[in-house]
């Protein structure tokens, strides 16, 4: 079955500090897609990135960095250099593809993180 | 600027009424979604659309309905049958291609309580 981990509830940080949000995903298929997105106070869901199974290469962008390793079904989240804007919930989301169909429908979600980054 | 608006952002309801949300998108999507994120969880899927004039159940269809006429709107009514209707509900939609794994975009939310 499809499953989504968020283990950290609750993660507080001082501004500058780095800091990393887990998620672990659970699927037997052999293609599929990730996703990250980021809640913020006003509700909206902000699309962060998407990764497909067959692309490992970690990515970065500006101050935000994935490491996606299959071998542990991990697809982590790193913020550098934390700011007070940064404060949200972030959600992992698993995807899966189906020959023939557009699957992309069926977003499996985590149960989230909270991230508080603190002056 | 394109994006999907939700309305209203906040609702208030009396058990026993039926309540519709609306969505409506001017990305061009075909696809459109309903979620529902109850306090401290995840979302979970309500219904969803992939064309005009039709839709599908999602994992928590269970006193919803939704209407799909038109390619850029998508109204979630909430049922008297819904027991526990309070929650933050969010739309969202998709390309629809050949091309799985289509990113999902969301509308900012309603949130909707029952009094």
């Known amino acids: 079955a499809q499953k989504v981990t968020q283990a950290q509830t609750e993660i507080s940080v001082v501004e500058k500090e780095d800091v990393t949000l887990d998620c672990v995903y659970e699927?037997?298929?052999?293609?599929?897609?990730l996703f990250w997105y980021k809640q913020p106070p006003s509700g909206e869901l902000v699309f962060l990135i998407r990764?497909?199974?067959?692309?490992?290469q970690n990515e970065i962008s500006g101050r935000y960095s994935w490491n996606f390793q299959k071998s542990t079904s991990s697809f982590n989240f790193t913020i550098t250099a934390s700011q007070v804007v940064d404060s949200a919930v972030y959600f992992c989301?698993?995807?899966?593809?189906?020959?023939?169909?557009?699957?992309?429908?069926?977003?499996?979600f985590g149960s989230g993180t909270r991230l508080l980054v603190r002056p | 600027d394109g994006g999907i608006t939700q309305s209203p952002k906040y609702l208030f309801r009396k058990e026993g009424q039926n309540v519709t949300l609306s969505c409506e998108q001017n990305?061009?999507?075909?696809?459109m979604y309903w979620y529902r994120q109850d306090p401290g969880q995840g979302l979970r899927l309500i219904y969803y659309?992939?064309?005009?004039?039709?839709?599908q159940k999602g994992d928590i269809a269970e006193g919803y309905s939704v209407s799909r006429e038109k390619k850029e709107s998508f109204p979630l009514t909430v049922t008297s049958a819904q027991k526990n209707p309070t929650a933050f509900y969010l739309c969202?939609?998709?390309?629809?291609?050949?091309?799985?794994?289509?990113?999902?975009?969301f509308g900012e939310g309603s949130w909707l309580t029952v009094v």
């Open positions: 659309s992939q064309i005009v004039n039709d839709f």
């Open positions: 989301a698993l995807s899966e593809a189906r020959s023939g169909m557009d699957s992309s429908y069926k977003l499996i």
């Open positions: 699927t037997r298929d052999t293609t599929y897609y």
């Open positions: 990764r497909n199974s067959f692309d490992e």
């Open positions: 969202a939609s998709s390309r629809r291609t050949g091309t799985p794994g289509n990113t999902i975009y």
């Open positions: 990305l061009n999507h075909d696809a």
